[in-house]
């Protein structure tokens, strides 16, 4: 089993940045591939970014690519996504999610653990 906790989200300006960090505890928690997903009100939850075992390899949405960076401290145990450049349609609420695979995952339903969430809320 692995437990993962997200924190960091929170109310920020259009074209402020967060960095929210996911803490993953439990059996081998640093063998697991890692991803962020969020679901905005009303909408169903959407992929991210995504990284691989190792962090060697990375994958973002459309919709952040050029301005979200997602990394790993494998020694912390913790997986974090750095949100620049935010807009309004960032809003959601963040969930990070982990599987016991090496290679990089996009969709959801490969993913085995999921954290509770938190909330970014971007105001314009």
């Known amino acids: 089993q692995v437990q993962l906790v997200e924190s960091g989200g929170g109310l920020v300006q259009a074209g402020g940045s967060l960095r929210l960090s996911c803490a993953a505890s439990g059996r081998t928690a640093s063998s697991y591939a890692m991803g962020w997903f969020r679901q905005a009100l009303g909408k169903e939850r959407e992929f991210v970014a995504a990284i691989s075992w190792s962090g060697a390899t990375t994958h973002f949405a459309d919709s952040v690519r050029g301005r979200f960076t997602i990394s790993r401290d494998s020694a912390k145990n913790t997986l974090y996504l750095q949100m620049n450049s935010l807009k309004a349609e960032d809003t959601a609420i963040y969930y990070c999610?982990?599987?016991?695979?090496?290679?990089?995952?996009?969709?959801?339903?490969?993913?085995?653990?999921w954290g509770q969430g938190t909330q970014v809320t971007v105001s314009t």
């Open positions: 999610a982990a599987a016991q695979v090496l290679k990089l995952l996009v969709r959801q339903r490969d993913y085995e653990y």
